[in-house]
């Protein structure tokens, strides 16, 4: 059985929200699946998991969250290896630029990105299914 966390920031709720629909896919995919916030999670639990879910609303001028989230993955990133990865977050103005930046961000470090997934605000069905999807395509991973 495949070990998943997934790790989150949220202000609103919002990406919390899209956090518990990727639990859900990964459990229906049959992983153990243990829920962290950002505050919660420490780099030295990578070893842990099988894969992680990072989620992250779009903060500021298009960045991750700085004070909490930011740091976190910093630490994260030189550690992950080809560990399994997927990305999600919400956005309330502009594009969701801010996931592209991330996830080439990942790109150019060599994570093994799986997927992406962003909502504008609160997860819409179409939203929530697809963070049921990543979370099932990591636990397959």
């Known amino acids: 059985m495949k ?4 790790v989150y920031y949220s202000m609103t709720g919002n990406t919390e929200a899209m956090a518990d629909e990727v639990v859900a896919g990964a459990k229906e995919a049959g992983a153990e699946v243990s829920l962290f916030s950002s505050a919660e999670f420490k780099v030295d639990q990578l070893d ?3 894969g992680i879910a990072f989620g ?7 960045v991750l969250e ?3 989230f930011e740091p976190l993955f910093t630490e994260c990133e030189t550690q992950l290896g080809e560990k399994p990865i997927v990305l999600f977050g919400s956005y309330a103005w502009a594009d969701g630029q801010w996931m592209l930046n991330w ?4 790109d150019e470090q060599k994570l093994n990105v799986l997927g992406t997934v962003i ?19 990591l636990a397959e991973a």
Not at 56 to 62: I, K, T, W
Not at 103 to 106: G, I, N
């Open 3 to 6: 070990k998943i966390a997934v």
């Open 48 to 50: 842990q998991f099988d």
């Open 56 to 62: 992250c609303p779009a903060m500021g001028d298009e």
């Open 66 to 68: 700085e004070a909490e």
């Open 103 to 106: 996830k080439d961000r990942c």
């Open 119 to 137: 909502a504008y605000e609160a997860p819409d069905a179409e939203a929530a299914e697809a963070c049921r999807q990543l979370g099932k395509a």
